[in-house]
């Protein structure tokens, strides 16, 4: 089974409105994080936000805020304000006890002017 | 300080050709990783090294041959590769986890292109 699913390939959202980009995990781990990182062309995978699993309080990090819904395992990334910068791929990972993250794979975000 | 860096950021080489790639952090990280990237997929786990020891190997061909000669230094060296083994090579770091909740940094990355 897959351990992170990212449903939606593509979203296009206006500048300056909000938008959710959609994950969903499995795991029997009782301690895990979730973590959201972004893609630009370029290329460089820049980290942007987490939640730990017995967080109570969801991930805020400026304009990015996670919905963290333990019981329906999805942690999904809501950009507020959008900016013609925020188009990129969005990848959700999760990280169990253990050296290895497993990724989501993708959303491809595009702002319209 | 949040800095992994990758050189060189660009690669060009022939398949009977031997080169290296190289990721430093200072960020006192005991973990570092190699991933595979082709264009709009989510990173392919390579190699892991834990206190400088490999810990994970994914079943990467012997064609790559990952190094750790400390606990900031990571190569990848390549030898003989093939065309499909083009993309986007990215290299990490984060705390060993014995806590789920670590970050994993990246490095900017090197385009390899094999010809």
């Known amino acids: 089974a897959q351990k992170i699913t990212q449903t939606q390939p593509g979203m296009f959202v206006q500048e300056k409105e909000a938008v959710t980009l959609d994950c969903t995990y499995d795991?029997?781990?009782?301690?895990?994080?979730l973590f959201w990182y972004k893609q630009p062309s370029s290329g460089e995978m820049i980290f942007l936000i987490y939640q730990g699993s017995y967080d109570q309080q969801n991930a805020t990090e400026g304009r990015y805020s996670l919905n963290f819904q333990k019981a329906r395992k999805s942690a999904n990334l809501v950009i507020s304000a959008s900016q013609l910068g925020d188009s990129a791929m969005y990848f959700c990972?999760?990280?169990?006890?253990?050296?290895?993250?497993?990724f989501g794979t993708g959303t491809s975000l595009t702002v319209i002017p | 300080d949040t800095e992994v860096t990758q050189t060189p950021k660009h690669l060009v080489m022939g398949m009977t050709n031997k080169k290296s790639l190289k990721c430093e952090q200072h960020m006192g990280h005991r973990a570092m990783y190699w991933y595979k990237q082709k264009a709009k997929k989510p990173p392919e786990l390579m190699f892991v090294?834990?206190?400088?020891?490999?810990?994970i190997n994914e079943s990467v061909p012997s064609r790559f041959s990952p190094e750790c000669p400390n606990s900031s230094l990571l190569n990848l060296h390549l030898h003989a590769l093939q065309p499909e083994d083009s993309a986007l090579y990215l290299c990490?770091?984060?705390?060993?986890?014995?806590?789920?909740?670590?970050?994993?940094?990246f490095g900017p990355g090197t385009r390899l292109t094999v010809l």
């Open positions: 990972a999760m990280r169990e006890a253990g050296n290895q993250f497993y």
């Open positions: 090294y834990s206190y400088e020891k490999l810990s």
């Open positions: 990490a770091s984060s705390q060993v986890g014995v806590r789920s909740t670590d970050t994993q940094y």
């Open positions: 795991t029997s781990d009782p301690s895990y994080g």
